[in-house]
């Protein structure tokens, strides 16, 4: 369920080149995990600490991206059709789970034979409510694979990288040396990125061209006549959705996206819901977007050209979007995204003091201080 809502508006983090979002499959399972295991052994005598679900986080999140990386980055030729995350994150969320569990790196490797045997996961559905089961699931097989494990579940010791197993199945031609290599000093973690906005992140160099003509044209949006935007390819091949019938598939829209931004100025939860997809307003922009793959423009660039009803043309480049890893966002930005969530079902002091114990994680003796914490309204 943990892995579900962090998934439910598309907001979740990103690493790019792959387009795995690992945290949400990690971090559900690892809570899960770490909860478990304080109360088999009785959380007063054996606490887990905050720096100790930080080490099995950071781990599972490097495994993902690893992984992806192994079937997805070039010179892998990967699969688009796979659900990225859901096909890397079982794994990785075994892997995490049997870090905060103790288990023997025999039964770790066995928990994530496990939970490679259920990955699963295709793009066909996306802009459903598997766009956010998908991750769900595969956090739910990773720590099923940990506690059959522990038991003494048995699978192959090779299935990622033996025949017919997890790399060959799921990529056209892997790679499997890039889940290996320089492992313990290049940190693929630290290629991760964090979401300014609740859509596909691809559509995101779009948002800041839109938003930024928002802000600094005087021209009113009734006068725009056309609306071009030049993109990455895999924007087109993940996002392409002229017409969206809900707030589902409006997530993976960039013309809804688009047309959103320059409408009302923002790019926020409200943007993506029911009611902003049906705005007239936005309807009538959305149909006048005309979308291009440009081959030149890196995965978080794009181009806006407006052009008005009596012939102006007004232009906006983004080389490299915020949330990016050129351009990450800063701390006070995400503590601003956590408390605009946060506060749609806690009040402000709630919010600020959870916010203040996650910045604060590694300094508490128990996990549980955070997140066994009943909020009462």
């Not at 399972?29 to 679900?53: D, F, V, Y």
């Not at 490797?109 to 769900?136: D, E, I, K, Y």
């Not at 990529?171 to 290599?181: E, H, L, T, V």
């Not at 009040?347 to 996990?367: G, M, T």
């Amino acid at each position: 369920m943990n892995a579900l809502s962090a998934s439910a508006h598309a907001f979740d983090d990103t690493h790019l080149e792959t387009v795995v979002h690992p945290t949400a499959t990690v971090a559900a399972s690892l809570l899960a995990a770490a909860e478990r295991r304080e109360l088999a052994t009785g959380s007063r005598m054996h606490p887990i600490s905050g720096k100790q679900l930080l080490d099995a986080l950071i781990l599972g999140i490097e495994i993902q991206i690893r992984l992806g990386t192994a079937l997805l980055a070039p010179p892998a030729q990967g699969q688009l059709g796979w659900y990225a995350s859901g096909i890397a994150g079982g794994v990785s969320a075994a892997a995490a789970s049997s870090r905060i569990m103790g288990l023997s790196s025999e039964r770790a490797c066995w928990a994530m034979g496990l939970a490679a045997n259920q990955a699963s996961g295709f793009r066909q559905t996306h802009g459903s409510m598997c766009t956010s089961f998908v991750p769900a699931h595969a956090a739910r097989c990773g720590l099923q694979a940990a506690v059959l494990a522990e038991r003494g579940f048995t699978a192959s010791e090779k299935s990622l990288e033996g025949k017919n197993g997890y790399f060959d199945v799921f990529a056209i031609r892997a790679n499997p040396a890039a889940a290996i290599a320089s492992l313990g000093e290049q940190w693929y973690v630290q290629d991760n990125t964090f979401k300014p906005y609740p859509c596909g992140i691809v559509i995101h160099p779009v948002l800041d061209a839109c938003l930024a003509f928002a802000a600094n044209s005087p021209v009113d949006i009734h006068s725009i006549e056309k609306i071009v935007i030049e993109v990455n390819p895999l924007c087109l091949i993940l996002c392409d959705r002229p017409e969206p019938e809900n707030s589902q598939l409006a997530q993976v829209s960039v013309q809804h996206w688009a047309a959103a931004a320059l409408a009302r100025g923002r790019a926020g939860l409200a943007e993506g819901d029911d009611n902003c997809v049906n705005d007239p307003a936005v309807v009538s922009l959305r149909r006048k977007v005309s979308p291009k793959p440009n081959l030149s423009l890196t995965r978080d660039a794009a181009k806006l050209t407006i052009e008005t009803k009596d012939g102006k043309r007004i232009k906006e480049q983004v080389i490299h979007c915020l949330g990016s890893a050129e351009r990450p966002m800063t701390d006070d930005q995400l503590s601003t995204k956590f408390l605009d969530q946060a506060g749609t079902v806690l009040n402000r002091r709630e919010a600020e003091l959870l916010l203040a114990k996650c910045w604060s994680l590694e300094n508490h003796a128990s996990f549980s201080e955070i997140f066994s914490a009943r909020v009462s309204h």
